[in-house]
């Protein structure tokens, strides 16, 4: 079984195995995007046509995002079921250009962005999600998760650009009440990593792909992602503490691939990632 060249935990369909599955002849495949827990690849077809193949390793939600929901922000799709540990599927090959390349100016991109946020807000179906923080009660056990793994990372010396006392001031202000207002005012479905490079224009309907890790949470945080991906500021589009519930995430993120994903990476990415986090919410 074909793995992927550098990450060799990422299992991929032979040939062979994906013209069985296709009923037709691949002609080429280019990897067009890898990183330690996905990839992606272009097969191109011998009658003309083109797919994305894709697999990843957990966490993920993808494949039953997309069976589960219904929206026509997403592309076609077709499972192909699990090599290992991965999880693999088909997507329809998207000739669109990307909003990075269609938004030029800030307005362009806010203006995209809100329409974007507003049609995810209407996917319909039963979404699984990676994380759920639409409740007071949800969000206070994912802070507890992130305070004790944070602290314990923090400790052993793995974490050295964050410190107990940053730490407990994350906890105090997760606990604050502008905060709790944010979390519970209107928690709805959210992309929860969405960039302007995860965005088609096509001519009639935006495609939005890389659903690994949805969540419920405010919205807004969606577009919070695409200015922040654009190095715009977004505090003149979004609230403040909206804003910092993106960081929040971001923080989660970077001490859950630290602690559970990547338990004996050496580096500083995921230091700095938690760094970068913790100065935009303590500091806005």
């Known amino acids: 079984m074909p793995t992927h060249p550098v990450f060799t935990d990422l299992l991929l369909h032979s040939d062979a195995e994906l013209e069985s599955l296709l009923d037709k002849k691949i002609l080429e495949r280019e990897m067009v995007h890898a990183w330690p827990l996905s990839c992606v690849e272009r097969l191109r077809l011998e009658d003309g046509s083109q797919l994305a193949y894709k697999s990843q390793l957990p966490p993920t939600v993808e494949t ?26 088909l997507l329809d090959w998207i000739e669109a250009p990307l909003l990075r390349d269609v938004a030029l100016t800030e307005a362009e991109l806010v203006a995209h962005g809100r329409r974007v946020v507003e049609q995810i807000g209407q996917t319909r179906g039963t979404w699984p999600v990676y994380l759920d923080i639409g409740t007071i009660e949800a969000w206070a056990a994912a802070g507890q998760k992130v305070f004790d793994k944070q602290r314990q990372l923090i400790e052993d010396g793995r974490f050295r650009l964050t410190d107990l006392a940053g730490l407990k001031q994350v906890w105090a202000w997760a606990g604050a009440t502008e905060t709790l207002r944010a979390i519970a005012a209107h928690p709805w479905l959210a992309h929860g990593d969405l960039t302007a490079g995860q965005i ?14 949805p969540v419920i949470a405010p919205p807004e945080i969606d577009l919070v992602g695409l200015l922040v991906d654009r190095e715009i500021d977004p505090r003149p589009y979004v609230a403040g503490p909206v804003i910092a519930i993106f960081w929040f995430l971001r923080l989660h993120w970077a001490v859950e691939a630290q602690f559970d994903l990547f338990p004996a990476f050496k580096g500083h990415l995921f230091d700095q990632w938690a760094a970068q986090a913790t100065a935009h919410i303590l500091n806005g």
């Open 64 to 89: 039953r995002f997309y069976e589960q929901a219904s929206s026509p922000l997403l592309p076609g799709h077709r499972y192909l079921g699990r090599l290992g540990d991965c999880e693999t599927m």
């Open 200 to 213: 088609f224009v096509a001519e009639d309907q935006y495609r939005v792909i890389d659903w690994q890790r």
